[in-house]
């Protein structure tokens, strides 16, 4: 179910390169709704959510809402009508960089943030080669004209709901 905002909830995004507060309001929500996920051992847990120019909420998602197969940003995308004329001014905020490169299904989340028409995106870490090497979304992304904001100090935040994955990496166990 999409949830629409009042606009101005966390503020209006920024634009271009640029990071605002509200970008840091928004991406700290994407960060609590990977907390949601339901675990797994083969995927991360994320959180997103788009928001248009004037600060509405568009959409909100994380990772397995629906399937386990879901992508957090693939879910948000799906509860706007693709010909929502917002989208082509929205910033989506993930936890995770949107993923280049996807084992189970075709289209990766940055080709659809693209498709989309989505025009900046907010993230609070790049996705690691724990499942899928070279799964460079932000590359993608920004030779598509779509600027890609990394805001860092959120990622312990964004991994938290993932430290057992990050822990198997580091062990070498995966």
């Known amino acids: 179910m999409s949830i629409n905002r009042t606009a101005g909830a966390c503020g209006q995004p920024g634009r271009g390169h640029k990071a605002t507060a509200a970008d840091r309001a928004w991406l700290a929500v994407a960060c609590e709704l990977a907390a949601q996920c339901p675990p797994s051992t083969t995927a991360f847990s994320v959180g997103a959510v788009i928001v248009a120019i004037d600060g509405t909420e568009l959409a909100r998602s994380y990772s ?10 693939e879910g948000a995308l799906v509860k706007i009508p693709d010909d ?7 910033t989506i905020y993930s936890s ?7 084992a189970s299904r075709p289209r990766p989340c940055a080709q659809l943030i693209r498709d989309a028409g989505i025009h900046r995106v907010v993230t609070a870490w790049r996705e690691p080669d724990t499942f899928v090497l070279g799964a460079d979304g932000t590359e993608f992304l920004e030779k598509a004209g779509v600027p ?23 062990d070498g166990d995966s």
């Open 84 to 90: 929502d004329p917002r989208l082509a001014n929205a």
């Open 96 to 102: 995770l960089e949107p993923c280049a490169k996807r």
């Open 148 to 170: 890609v904001i990394e805001l860092p100090e959120y990622a312990d935040a964004a991994k938290l709901p993932n430290q057992h994955l990050l822990k198997q990496n580091v």
């Open 64 to 73: 397995r809402e629906n399937d386990p197969h879901d992508h957090a940003e």
